[in-house]
């Protein structure tokens, strides 16, 4: 009699739930109210940050399921025979006339040759469209151009590539009115006029919403006639070219109080463009930023006042500027930041390698030291996913994507994970590396750093706020449809799309929760992949492990937490982490698909993927660990690590693989670095890195057999150059040979030689000559 009333019980209930009317009466409505009472205030701003962009490869990853065969099937980015010869002739020249210690040290910018080749051959207008006069190339090659000068020098690398990112040419290309393109795109496009981008203020750095810069609709005299306009004040900082600039981008907040645009006062964040030599416009002043010596400094004006079509758009587009912002800074922090990282990381890799099996301790190549091994093999991953990365993200704005939620990720684990390869090569170099001067290619790099870890959103609140924070709402698949329907004011469809995406996230969560169990106990074996290597196929389904687990804890996260989710930023971070780690590897195993499952490459590809599991499975403990609710926590652990935590370290033999392919050439070691700038000129440090590491590998051959004599007995000398003679004299080694011992030798003093200077490190050159010492030369 019992089983029976459950049964009816249970019976009732289900049909209850299947009745879509009942369900809304009995559940989803009752539950709309309390979602409105306790979800957190979104703020206008908030709201165009999470509606700007697209979701992308990201919403995969969210689902517990992604596909991979879209995944793979993504289209490689090619470039095409006009932006492969820009970069093989136009931007090679460029990277040969410019050099960091040159416009960090001597000139404090590019020199004046360098900036007029810069703006000649269209560098400035490489987005611009050619019916300006532009380049109109893809994001790919972009990323490619900035990527080969980042490896050169940073000053040519951000003087080209912040025109071609977040700025007015972007801006206008999306938003400007016909009139406005056509003024501006094509002095742009030909470098006429030079343009910069304000939006930071001293009082609103990352929090850049909070502007306090304002503008007052208003009617003044501009060109001796009444017109409608605006009185700007604003007081900027941090803005690159701005020193420099005849056009200054500028973002404000706009008042409209006599109501001259319509009846809305308080209009909103605003774009305009501003003729540099506007009365009141104050620009010049430069900052230095830690010796990187790209133009870059404050601006600032007081009631200047403007006509109100130098809005970006016109006047239809006052109050849309955050919305710009947003939409323009997905595509352009998606190829900017992660070009330069990859960029100093390609020559890091390189060099450092080279270095490494050149300079010797202890009669061996330090890069043989397993110290020195585990550095390398931290600097060769590390760069395998950065570079898969960075062409992944860049491929997906080709294909007309804003990926808002991915530009932030590889913005901050590029710029994070190029920190940690210039830090491991830093510490390979040693003196070498600290030793400023032309001969040291490592050291404006790391000194420079920083300054790609603050912009464009400060990394520790990149992390902390925006991966997680933004890509739960963007790319969940129900929770922004949650949040729309108690934002709806029609009652009757508030009802019906809270019902529909309420019930589709349970049974989503339940799903996900399943498959985290039930892939965990199985250790993945019978999650499905498409056709795809053998060697990567484990790594696919673990993937699809990982990306049930994670969406079911952030569900659980969401429920558990609620609005308090967005409080607990340590908690939000290593959610972020997770699905930053789980993009990363989507992006290398896409690349060792794309090139040709090279076999020889495996050692890069199985490294970083396992690290980068490695770290998302301790980031998805410490949500776990932490957890507010125990027991929520202990429930947690038990689905998704059912056997334990599956990942270890990275190993030691595995290590050794890698850190073997950056001190020997090889294939490998040429994909590794493709792109980056390569002088073959042995007086460019550089030049005489690669040369003297190809000499120090025909000597070894060489050295081999002198140490045979010699441990035979055959030789004795006290001194290296005295064995070589005493070589050469016995006939243990041929005139060739001692050659080949001479070369190397030259090569190496060369390449492990350091910089040093005057007594005053040579300012008395640098100075021009005091009054009377002039007057006496001049006698």
Known sequence: MAWTILLVLIAAIGALLVIPAARRSLVSDPLLAIYRRILPPMSQ???????????????????GKPDWAK????????????????????????????????????HYDLPPQVWQFVKDKGF???IIPKKYGGKEFSAYAHSQVVTKLAS????????????????PAELLLHYGTDEQKNHYLP????????????????????????????????????????????RVTWDKRYITLGPICTVLGLAFRLHDPEHLLGGKEDLGITCALVPAHTPGVDIGRRHLPLDATFQNGPTSGRDVFMPIDWIIGGPKMAGHGWRMLMESLAAGRSISLPSTSCGYAKLAVRATGAYARVRRQFKTPIGKFEGVEEALTRMGGNLYMMEATRILTASAVDMGEKPSVISAIAKYHLTERGRSVVNDAMDILGGKGICLGPSNFMGRAYQQLPVAITVEGANILTRSLIIFGQGAIRCHPYVLAEINATREPDPARASRDFDAALFGHMRFAISNCMRAFVLGITGSQWAHVPAVSPQTRRHFQKLTRFSAAFAFLADVSMLVLGGGLKRREKLSARLGDVLSCMYLCSAALKRYEDQGRQQSDLPLLEWSVWDAMFRAQNAIEGVISNYPSRLVGWLLRRVIFPLGRPYVVPSDQLGHEV???????????????????????????????????????????????????QKDGRLEAAGAEDLVHAALAAGTITTEEHAILKRATRLRNEVIRVDDFPQDLGLSQALPPAPKAAARAAA
Not at 76 to 99: G, H, V, W
Not at 209 to 220: F, H, M, N, Q, Y
Request: aromatic share 4%; proline share 5%; charged share 20%.
């Open 45 to 63: 701003t908030e709201q165009e940050a999470i509606d700007a962009g697209t979701v992308w490869w990201d919403g995969e990853l969210f689902s």
């Open 152 to 167: 050169r020098c940073s000053a040519a690398a951000v003087h080209v590539m912040v025109p071609n990112s977040l700025g």
């Open 124 to 126: 400035l207008g490489m």
């Open 187 to 230: 002095r742009l496009a030909k470098g006429i006029e030079i343009p910069a981008f304000a939006l930071t203020n001293p009082h609103a750095g990352s929090d850049a919403a909070s502007i306090p810069d304002v503008g007052i609709v208003c009617r003044g005299m501009w060109e001796g006639s009444e017109a409608i306009g605006m």
């Open 71 to 106: 995944l793979i099937a993504f289209p490689q980015p090619k470039l095409t025979p006009e932006e492969l010869a820009f970069l093989d002739n136009e931007t090679e020249q460029l990277c040969a006339m410019a050099s960091d210690w040159e416009s960090s040290h001597v």
């Open 659 to 709: 850190a073997r392919l950056l001190i020997a050439p090889s294939s490998t070691r040429d994909r590794l670095t493709a792109g980056m700038h390569l002088p073959k000129n042995e007086s460019e440090v550089v030049g005489c890195l690669e040369a003297a590491l190809e000499a120090t590998i025909r000597a070894e051959g060489v050295e081999l057999k002198i140490r045979a004599a």
